[in-house]
């Protein structure tokens, strides 16, 4: 499990401009192995190692996919690699999304967010549970995960703040729209902390239980290192994280205001 596993690329989906889905076969037989949505992977290209989500869990052909979003020269790299070429991978690592006995879910992602709430909507559809998905991103060609969703039997809205797809505006200004004429019992969201904090703030206005998937600079993903611990409560992302209930948010100071860098200087939002 903390030992990187060197995995041949099976297959790559271009989702957007920016964004590729690498495919890879994976053993779900050992327990210790199998991934649930929300939780993490380390991916080294044996040179460094990041943290990236979890977007597709596929029981039925042994494969999971990680969505990278080509942001730097770490991802650039991986962007640059071919069907057959080899990368370490380590975990599954985190806390994952709980389900519950909810029943009518609205999952909320924003960007390279979408990658945690694509695998816990398939998730949560197969576990007989009713998903609206909104899918937001500034434009229409980064929309992610439209067709793979619908087809998988959630109902999808887009929003871009440009208004090339779907509605106009940000993804609270959907949100909002949705909860006019439909009743949920839980939501779940990952994407920019500030509109996960627009996202918390609807939902305790309307009294719905939320999740929210937190992102924080990682090295150990062991809970060790403490690089990835949030003010004040010290909790560790990779390990009580990423994925936090709404309630936790009161201990977590620095959500939606700051994050710190590898260095540990605080970057305000």
């Not at 909104?134 to 060609?141: G, K």
Request: aromatic share 10%; net charge negative.
């Amino acid at each position: 499990m903390h030992v990187p596993k060197v995995l041949k690329i099976k297959k790559i989906l271009t989702e957007s401009k920016s964004v590729k889905t690498f495919i890879f076969d994976w053993n779900f037989n050992d327990s210790l192995l199998k991934p649930e949505p929300g939780q993490f992977m380390m991916i080294w290209n044996f040179e460094d190692e990041k943290p990236m989500s979890i977007s597709k869990i596929d029981f039925e052909n042994n494969e999971i996919g990680i969505s990278i979003k080509n942001i730097g020269s770490f991802t650039n790299a991986l962007h640059q690699l071919n069907n057959g070429d080899k990368v370490g991978i380590r975990g599954p690592y985190g806390h994952g999304f709980e389900f519950n006995d909810f029943k009518k879910i609205l999952a909320i992602g924003g960007g390279i967010g979408m990658a945690p709430i694509a695998s816990f909507t398939e998730f949560a559809i197969k576990n007989n549970l009713d998903v609206d998905v909104i899918s937001a991103a500034t434009t229409s060609n980064e929309l992610l995960y439209e067709d793979r969703l619908n087809d998988a039997g959630a109902n999808v809205f887009t929003c871009t703040d440009d208004g090339s797809c779907g509605f106009k505006g940000f993804a609270t200004h959907r949100m909002e729209d949705l909860l006019q004429n439909n009743v949920y019992d839980l939501i779940v969201t990952c994407g920019p902390e500030i509109m996960m904090k627009g996202v918390v703030e609807l939902a305790n206005k309307h009294n719905i239980s939320v999740q929210i998937s937190m992102e924080r600079w990682m090295k150990c993903a062991l809970g060790v290192c403490g690089q990835c611990c949030v003010d004040d409560s010290g909790w560790r992302i990779c390990k009580e994280g990423p994925v936090f209930w709404a309630d936790d948010l009161n201990n977590i100071k620095e959500f939606a205001k700051y994050k710190r860098d590898s260095s540990g200087i605080r970057n305000y939002y």
